[in-house]
């Protein structure tokens, strides 16, 4: 058998582990459950859930839907989604993720103490995704998003700011775009700046250097719409350039792969454990098919 190893340390988060629990101890009541916007950014794992019962609905939906239970998944939402379903008399099971309600609260208190008009509440994050839209949504949607340094030009630098980053963003990213902005702001200026980062996610660079270096090939498994996914996996990559990102584990047929030499298999925050022993399955298929 192939030398393969699965990264004990990777895998659900804490906040990902409470909401898939939440919905599965849900659909054991045997009722309608419906779930606002994909419960994970995993598709395979979305789909194990559909076929327990999980109805997945866009923003769209949920306002046509009265009387109903709808969850919502560890992103957080904005207080309109609050609104809205108490207006539709709809049961809200509540699956945010706690680093993201502590987050969500430290951008409203922000917006409601700004100092003057003038202050901009800024958030270091992908625009449209999930957990950003309910930041934005604590300061009534007029929060200024920036992914990278090249988006500065959207904030006024001769006004006070107020930074806040998207709780899965990489740490050193952030830390970089707050030393561009202590240089480029103008001094008479207040620049405030707030630590948000999840350290479930941050500190979890550490344990992927350690395992890029430890194996000689790395399949990394996540699903192509994770935040987290995508940081960790470049992370990676850039350790070991022997590394393949893959989101099922048919994807690995494409891959020429030299079973003699060791193999790791790792994921994101979003990949489930199941997923990652398929892929390693599927491996170990492979190298008797090619021997």
Known sequence: MANIVIDDKSGFCFGVTKTISKAEEELAKGETLYCLGDIVHNGKEV??????????????????????????????????????????????????????????????????????PDTQIVIFGHVGHAEVNGLVGQTEDSAIVIENEEDLSKVDLTKNVRLFSQTTKSLEGYKSLIEVFSKKIDKSVIFEHTDTICRQVSNRIPNITTFAQQNDIVIFVAGKKSSNGIVLFEHCKTINTNTYFVSEANEVVGIEIDFNKKIGICGATSTPRWLMEEVAAKLNELELVIK
């Not at 009265?66 to 998944?73: A, F, G, Y």
């Not at 099971?93 to 917006?111: E, I, M, T």
């Open 47 to 116: 789909e194990r859930l559909t076929k327990m019962g999980l109805i997945t609905i866009d923003y769209e939906q949920l306002a046509q839907l009265h009387d109903v239970k709808v969850m919502l998944r560890a992103h957080g939402e904005p207080p309109s989604t609050y609104e809205l379903a108490k207006k539709n008399n709809i049961t809200i099971v509540d699956a945010s993720c706690p680093v993201v309600l502590k987050l969500q609260s430290r951008v409203k208190n922000a917006y409601q103490t700004i100092p003057s």
